[in-house]
Nanobody, 124 residues
């Protein structure tokens, strides 16, 4: 079992930046691929980005490609999401998630552990 806690959300103006952090309770988190998702009010959860367990490979949704960067620091049991050029449509609750097996590809949607989310609001 791995517990995930997101932080770094807040209110920013369009064009601004935020960095979200996802801290894991156990170092076993470092053995699994991880990712970020978001959910706006009244909408379904949307995939944002994923990263391989060593951080060497990443993949992004088209909606954030070129603006967001996912990274990880396994020494700190933490995954990050750097968000630049934020738009009002980026407003959502952002969730981090982790695979629960080391035998899955980072491109697979095999997420078994989820954080509680952090609110990001982008004003016009």
């Amino acid at each position: 079992q791995v517990q995930l806690v997101e932080s770094g959300g807040g209110l920013v103006q369009a064009g601004g930046s935020l960095r979200l952090s996802c801290a894991a309770s156990k170092p076993t988190f470092n053995l699994y691929a991880a990712g970020w998702f978001r959910q706006a009010p009244g909408k379904e959860r949307e995939f944002i980005a994923t990263i391989s367990w060593k951080g060497g490979s990443t993949y992004y949704a088209d909606s954030v490609k070129g603006r967001f960067t996912i990274s990880r620091d396994n020494a700190k049991n933490t995954v990050y999401l750097q968000m630049n050029s934020l738009r009002p449509e980026d407003t959502a609750v952002y969730f981090c998630a982790s695979h629960r097996s080391s035998g899955t590809s980072y491109r697979d949607r095999s997420f078994g552990y989820w954080g509680q989310g952090t609110q990001v609001t982008v004003s016009s």
